[in-house]
């Protein structure tokens, strides 16, 4: 079993930056693909990023590329999302998610992730 805990969410000015955290329990934290959703009013889950267990793989959706950075510590149980030029249709909920298969096929998708966090509210006002 994983508890993830994200933190870091506010308000923020458009143009502004902002640092996700999801910090995990677990041994096998380490061995899990970890990725980083979001959910706007009205709309569906929709993937951000993920990163390998071993951090040198990662990926992004197409309206982040180049803003976002995903990264993890696994000494510290911990995965980050750095969210630069921040836009305001990237306000959302955001989410932190682990996919204990540790493979990174169907890393987009919200249904191949075993353990989620309750999320943490990001707004980018214009």
């Known amino acids: 079993q994983v508890q993830l805990v994200e933190s870091g969410g506010e308000l923020v000015q458009a143009g502004g930056s902002l640092r996700l955290s999801c910090a995990a329990s677990g041994r096998t934290f380490s061995t899990y693909v970890m990725g980083w959703f979001r959910q706007a009013p009205e709309k569906e889950r929709e993937f951000v990023a993920a990163?390998?267990?071993?951090?040198?793989?990662?990926d992004y959706a197409t309206s982040v590329k180049g803003r976002f950075t995903i990264s993890r510590d696994n000494a510290k149980n911990t995965v980050w999302l750095q969210m630069n030029s921040l836009k305001p249709e990237d306000t959302a909920v955001y989410f932190c998610?682990?996919?204990?298969?540790?493979?990174?096929?169907?890393?987009?998708?919200?249904?191949?992730?075993?353990?989620w966090g309750q999320g943490t509210q990001v707004t980018v006002a214009s």
């Open positions: 998610a682990a996919d204990r298969t540790s493979e990174f096929v169907g890393r987009t998708y919200p249904g191949t992730y075993d353990y």
């Open positions: 990163i390998t267990w071993h951090g040198t793989r990662t």
